[in-house]
């Protein structure tokens, strides 16, 4: 399904607002849409560009479940097995994503959000950038880019990504951004896997798709996507980028960052434009569930795992939950460790029974108020290289300093009970009119 055939479906459940009057890409798109989190938007009139804006689509687990038609509970189990069972996606010779092309392009016809006050510049924060390697193959990531000129953007490239490498390596790489694809094509992007790893084959298996030859790089591109912006990533030239508002709903600092030449720009039939608001709910779900089956898959090795969450409240980054059917009494401090070398980016790791939901912070924090002894069940571990995207850690390294937390229950209860009584249950229309 595209991603325009999902935004249908939801505008015929009743479940998408819509605009109707005109809306400035300067921070007025991205007012409402923070104003609407988590409800599905799609802005019809954008007074500086002729393209409508969509965004909110992916807000919850809930709603990237019922697109793929699965549970929450089978989101990891999916992705997981999309990562281990790769599967090439079909390629055809003319697509959607090609019906307009333009190769005199101007940014400024795209309505390329201008987010919050103290920005940088306009931002593509949705974009899917695809890169090849002549040893690699493609790779598949999300950057954010800045504009700055009508042909140029400052690209964010975090040190040690796989499009870091191909950077360094050949200096100059010629990229396509694709905006507007459909949510397997966004978790995809969103995984860590190694090097060499085609992460549009991982869509592929998560939901059949169809790719093409992009007009004027050498790469292949979701065949469905809206937008299509292609050209070349300098290594060596550079341009200030920020400031911008990241995961954090904090505002990261300007540097120096390489620069896209835009050569050619492509897009469907009358193209919606996918907007994903930073710090906000879709930017965190997409950020911090795809680190979910990396995590499950290092802790169940260790102890019987039974589900991860990264959560909104850690910035859906910073922190993981991590639930574990207990039979040692060392079961929670293994899954912490194993936690952190899954996630080598997460700050704060909370381990829990079986009997605790980890959707439910009350609950978590009842498990810390009941199960917790902070002398023997904090485990430190140790200062080291963490995110970028903490602005408390050191700022030319990242080191940080990571934490676990056991709140799971002694094995040896001593005549105490950990368990929550539950109350009678009743049929209250027995009682009441």
């Not at 193959?137 to 191909?166: I, L, P, W, Y």
Request: charged share 25%; net charge negative; hydrophobic share 40%.
């Amino acid at each position: 399904m595209s991603l325009r055939n999902y935004l249908e479906q939801i505008r015929q459940k009743g479940q998408l607002s819509q605009t109707k009057k005109l809306v400035s890409k300067h921070l007025q798109a991205a007012g409402i849409l923070k104003a609407l989190e988590p409800e599905p938007v799609l802005l019809n009139h954008i007074t500086e560009s002729q393209f409508p804006v969509m965004g909110n689509l992916f807000c919850t687990k809930e709603s990237f479940a019922d697109y793929l038609g699965i549970s929450v509970q089978d989101i990891i189990p999916t992705l997981t097995k999309a990562i281990d069972d790769r599967t090439p996606p079909q390629v055809i010779a003319q697509a959607p994503c090609q019906e307009v092309v333009i190769h005199n392009p101007n940014l400024d016809d795209l309505p390329i959000l201008f987010h919050c006050e103290g920005d940088g510049g306009n931002y593509i924060s949705s974009g899917v950038m695809i890169a090849r390697h002549p040893e690699y193959g493609q790779n598949m990531d999300f950057h954010r880019c800045m504009q700055f000129s009508k042909t140029e953007m400052a690209v964010r490239v975090v040190k040690t990504r796989n499009f870091d490498t191909f950077l360094q390596d050949m200096g100059e790489v010629d990229v396509a951004i694709c905006i507007g694809v459909a949510p397997n094509i966004l978790v995809a992007a969103a995984t860590s896997v190694e090097i060499g790893i085609d992460e549009l084959e991982i869509a592929n298996a998560l939901e059949p798709l169809r790719i093409v030859k992009a007009k004027t790089v050498n790469v292949m591109i979701p065949a469905e996507a809206e937008f299509v912006i292609e050209g070349t990533v300098y290594r060596d030239r550079r341009h200030a980028e920020g400031p911008f508002v990241d995961l954090t709903e904090t505002q990261d600092v300007v540097r120096q960052e390489p620069v896209m030449e835009v050569k050619c720009i492509t897009h469907r039939k009358n193209p919606i434009w996918h907007a994903l608001l930073p710090g906000g709910l879709e930017h965190k779900l997409l950020m911090g569930m795809p680190r979910e089956p990396t995590i499950f898959r290092e802790v169940n090795r260790v102890v019987d795992c039974r589900d991860v969450h990264i959560n909104p409240g850690g910035c859906s980054w910073l922190h993981a939950i991590i639930q574990i059917r207990k039979t040692r009494e060392d079961d929670g401090v293994q899954a912490i460790h194993a936690a952190a070398r899954g996630h080598r980016s997460c700050k704060h790791i909370f381990v829990v029974d079986d009997d605790i939901d980890i959707y439910d912070p009350l609950a978590v924090e009842w498990a810390m108020a009941t199960r917790f002894q902070a002398d023997k069940d904090m485990v430190m571990l140790g200062r080291e290289r963490g995110s970028s995207l903490d602005p408390s850690a050191t700022p030319s390294t990242y080191e940080t300093c990571k934490v676990g937390f056991d709140l799971t229950a002694s094995l040896a209860t001593g005549g105490k009970n950990f368990s929550r009584v539950p109350f009678p249950q009743v049929d209250l229309s027995e009682f009441f009119d």
